[in-house]
């Protein structure tokens, strides 16, 4: 009993396969058999992996080096005694993580929605008769009897069937419904190409069958999916990578001047007890309290652009990563395509047509060199369009949801929209001809026919394989509409043409028959038949995936397709599209899934940076062709809508799941979903994800040299004796208003030349060389500005030590709101953007000098933070400091990038 592993079963004839699951088809499994089974291998759905719990979700947000910073900022205020401070900073930390945490509040919903597809109802044969069982009650052996409708409840071995064809797109990628029969097949035939075989979740779309279950719950490839996807890793983001290590870098800085203040206090004799409060308030000083809630800010900013473009996001700091992606991996069928299959091309009175126009819309015509037709100069593509219509059950409807379609075969719909552009309508054909019998389409016969009763008497229409049908025609129809001889060879090398554009052809035939005829029989169209043409047919690219495409390759991101498709179809499509082009030396086209499997893990990596395209592809390996991408160092983003993508959209970087045609387990195992399925909308997350970055870099480049300029004021004044140039108090003051100053540059538009920077590289630091040279820079004008304004005000015009602290905290405050325009532009002058571009900018530079206006001149300030007002001069002082800044930083960018315009600050 089931004495085989299933991996071998599709090998096997059916006499092998009955033996092996030891139940006969006429009676199927007995009770007794049937409870032992279920004993053995449990109930038929897929193990439900353990989440991690809401609670530990939470805590987790609270686990990155900037949030232990700010935890020990509250432990320090509240030290002080500052409770006011340490709420806001408890503030800050606590609105952080419930924002993370309702963005990944859904992050593991892929295994539940791969268990849903399976839970279904289904009819058996047991005791010897039919009855309706639920899925999960299906054990190994069972067998299940199949109809049009039916959604296949476990893996299947079919043993018999009659025009069976299933839906097998969302598992391996197959754009068509697949052709079923019960013949054994070579070993090494890859799963989407295992005919005998019904997977778990897959549609029956046609046909009755009968077949015996071969695997059940985990075991099937649905379950092994689930397993995939609880084995992908997922990865950092580019962006918490990056800020994890700025974070330790900071938190390692900040503990070693604060060390460094303590111990030269000390040897130069001062008291520990002061000098412990002094490398307090180095710390509190040097400590960015606005960068979480700035990270946080500016992601929250990506998600709301990002939705306005259809993409939603399920976390924050994967906005970023597809600012950083070097490579797109997308997934064909309904992702780069219209999913929606279409004729392309008709050879028919020894003559090409081409067929404009894409999807069940319509809206094409028919041409000969770019000219318009009329199908009444043409009869033998009149006679060939009506075929396709009279031999045709397929109708395309408009759904609830307002698009169109198809109930029947999308081939047959392509026929039909085809007819349409000619100006052959279905309901008046099938008016003046009715039908009168049918052959259906059986994939042994690889043909359909249809009788009908049409005004020139009674007629035969046959549409099916080329290969099948050819040899039985006798002659065929010319130009106009005479019957000729029959030139095969002619025939075979229009074929030939349009397979190598990757077209799918069928040929279309005819038979009259006297008006006694009234039931078809094989017999009747084995010989003697009229050649009157071929349509060849495809999905078509998407026309704005195209221009998506170039944008991206413009923009430095490579572009490559994996699907479970044919190989020549794929080639076909990705050579539209401009995935495939002129290719470079050492650069590969295409692989098949066949390929793939002989090359080993260590040849991998570098075989799949030089490959377009990648065919007949099984979900493992595409689970591994992300790995392989992602050991080169390359962040990778997967495309997909399928069961069969959710491995690799999980492993990947960045996942991308289509919101229309996507699965619930794409979705689930997606980082980010694009709610109307455009490839384009990838492109403009793209641009949004790098103008994420942008803004984020400009806030650090922008906030670093405050903390970085307080802590080298108050180290210096403690290494040559002199009174803390500002009190912990006033240090807070800073940082908490700094922090609202800066939230402009979140807003900051995206720079015109964005997309034409190549990808950051994920090694490069979050600063570059030239921003860390800035950041010192500006920290050292304040440290010679503010100590020197300081000791002015303290020593030359005896103003007092309070006077002068107010002075020391001004022209931090005014560099700050000077220098925040700097920042809009890391490349650029901020003119040539336009100083005043930016309104939220000039509102908070105004509202901050306000700000500090109150914090200098009203009585109440002056008690609370220990200052005191400040005369004229002092203030002309202040703004000659910060002037100074602001033109250095401006001479700065033009001496490192106006000569160097390739030489740019920002990483890529």
């Not at 299933?6 to 006969?24: I, M, P």
């Not at 249809?450 to 229409?461: E, K, M, N, Q, S």
Request: aromatic share 6%.
């Amino acid at each position: 009993m089931m004495s085989r592993d299933k991996s071998s079963w599709h090998q096997a004839s059916v006499e092998e396969v009955l033996q092996w699951a030891g139940v006969q088809v006429e009676t199927g499994l007995s009770a007794e058999e049937i409870k032992s089974r279920r004993n053995q291998y449990g109930p038929n759905v897929v193990s439900a992996r353990p989440g991690v719990p809401a609670w530990l979700k939470f805590l987790r947000q609270f686990n990155q080096p900037l949030i232990y910073i700010l935890i020990v900022a509250i432990g320090v205020t509240a030290f002080l005694g500052e409770w006011v401070d340490s709420a806001v900073i408890s503030g800050v930390v606590l609105v952080n993580a419930i924002f993370g945490f309702l963005q990944e509040a859904k992050a593991e919903k892929a295994i539940e929605a791969l268990a849903g597809m399976i839970v279904t109802e289904i009819t058996v044969r047991r005791d010897g008769r039919p009855q309706r069982v639920h899925s999960e009650a299906l054990v190994p052996g069972d067998v299940v009897l199949l109809q049009a409708g039916d959604c296949v409840p476990a893996d299947l071995r079919l043993v018999r069937m009659k025009s069976l064809q299933v839906d097998e797109s969302a598992l391996t990628g197959e754009s068509l419904p697949v052709f079923k029969h019960c013949e054994a097949l070579p070993p090494d035939t890859i799963l989407a190409d295992r005919r005998n075989l019904a997977f778990a979740g897959t549609l029956v779309t046609a046909g009755q069958g009968e077949a015996i279950v071969r695997a059940t719950g985990d075991r099937t490839e649905a379950g092994n999916i689930a397993r995939l996807i609880s084995s992908a890793t997922e990865t950092s983001t580019p962006l918490t990578k990056k800020i994890k290590q700025f974070s330790e870098l900071i938190l390692w800085v900040i503990l070693g001047l604060a060390a460094a203040t303590f111990l030269i206090g000390v040897i130069r004799g001062e008291r520990a007890v002061e000098m412990f409060m002094a490398a307090v308030a180095l710390a509190v000083g040097a400590i960015p309290e606005g960068l979480p809630a700035a990270v946080t800010v500016v992601l929250a900013i990506g998600v709301s652009r990002m939705a306005k473009q259809k993409a939603i996001i399920r976390k924050l700091p994967v906005v970023e990563t597809l600012g950083s992606t070097t490579i797109i991996c997308s997934d064909k069928t309904g992702t780069l395509t219209e999913n929606q299959m279409t004729v392309h091309e008709i050879f028919a009175g020894g003559r090409f047509f081409e067929v404009t126009g894409s999807g069940y819309a319509g809206g094409g015509e028919i041409r000969i060199a770019g000219a318009p037709q009329e199908i009444t100069n043409h009869p033998s593509l009149a006679e060939a369009l009506r075929a396709g219509v009279l031999c045709n059950d397929a109708q395309i409807v408009r759904g609830d949801d307002g698009r169109l379609k198809v109930q029947g075969d999308p081939t047959e719909a392509a026929m039909l929209v085809a007819a349409e552009k000619g100006g052959l309508l279905a309901a008046v054909l099938h008016k003046e001809s009715p039908r009168m019998d049918v052959i259906p389409f059986e994939s042994e016969q690889m043909f359909r026919a249809t009788l009908h009763d049409a005004p020139t008497g009674r007629v035969i229409y046959k549409v099916g394989a080329v290969e099948r049908l050819l040899d039985r025609c006798a002659d065929t129809l010319d130009e106009h509409g005479e019957i000729t001889p029959l030139n095969k060879k002619a025939v075979h090398d229009a074929v030939a043409q349009m397979a190598a554009r990757g077209l799918r052809v069928l040929a279309f035939v005819r038979l009259h028959v006297d008006s006694h005829h009234a039931k078809l029989n094989p017999g009747d169209v084995a010989a003697g038949l009229t050649f009157l043409g071929l349509q060849g047919m495809i999905d078509p690219p998407r026309p704005e995936a195209i221009v998506a495409v170039r944008r991206c390759q413009q923009a430095g991101i490579a572009v490559k397709m994996i699907t479970g498709d044919h190989l020549i179809t794929a080639r076909a499509i990705a050579t539209q599209i401009g995935i495939i082009g002129d290719e470079k030396e050492g650069e590969l086209a295409a692989l098949s899934g066949g390929e793939l499997e002989k090359i080993s893990d260590t040849e991998l990596p570098a075989i799949a940076e030089r490959t377009a395209v990648f065919a007949r592809v099984a979900p493992e390996q595409k689970l591994r062709l992300v790995r392989a991408l992602q050991s080169r160092g390359h962040i990778v983003a997967m495309t997909g809508d399928g069961v069969n993508d959710a491995p690799a959209l999980k492993q990947a970087d960045i996942g991308v799941a289509m919101g229309i045609s996507g699965t619930d387990v794409a979705k689930g195992a997606a980082a980010m979903v694009l709610m109307d399925d455009n490839f384009a909308s990838i492109e403009a997350a793209v641009e949004e994800g790098r103008g994420v970055f942008d803004n984020l870099t400009k806030f650090i480049v922008w906030i670093l040299p405050t903390n970085l300029g307080e802590a080298l004021l108050l180290i210096t004044a403690i290494a040559f004796g002199l009174p803390l140039p500002a009190l912990p108090l006033q240090l807070l003051w800073i940082n908490l208003t700094d922090t609202i100053l800066g939230l402009p540059l979140t807003l900051e538009s995206k720079e015109a030349d964005l997309m034409g920077r190549p990808p950051r590289d994920p090694a490069q630091p979050l600063l570059t060389l030239a921003l860390v040279m800035r950041t010192g820079l500006v920290s050292l004008i304040m440290l010679g500005g503010g100590l020197g304004l300081f000791l002015w005000e303290l020593r030359v015009e005896q103003a007092g030590l309070t006077a002068a602290r107010t002075a020391l905290v001004n022209v931090i405050v005014i560099i700050e709101a000077v220098y925040l325009f700097n920042c809009r532009s890391l490349n650029h002058s901020v003119f040539s953007l336009g100083l005043f571009s930016n309104r939220w900018a000039v509102a908070g530079s105004l509202t901050m000098v306000a700000v500090q206006l109150l914090f200098t001149c009203t009585p109440l300030m002056n008690k609370l933070f220990h200052s005191a007002p400040i005369s004229g001069g002092c203030w002309l002082r202040i703004f000659g400091i910060a002037a100074v800044v602001f033109i250095t930083v401006e001479l700065e960018k033009w001496v490192r990038f106006a000569r160097q315009p390739n030489n740019l600050a920002i990483p890529e």
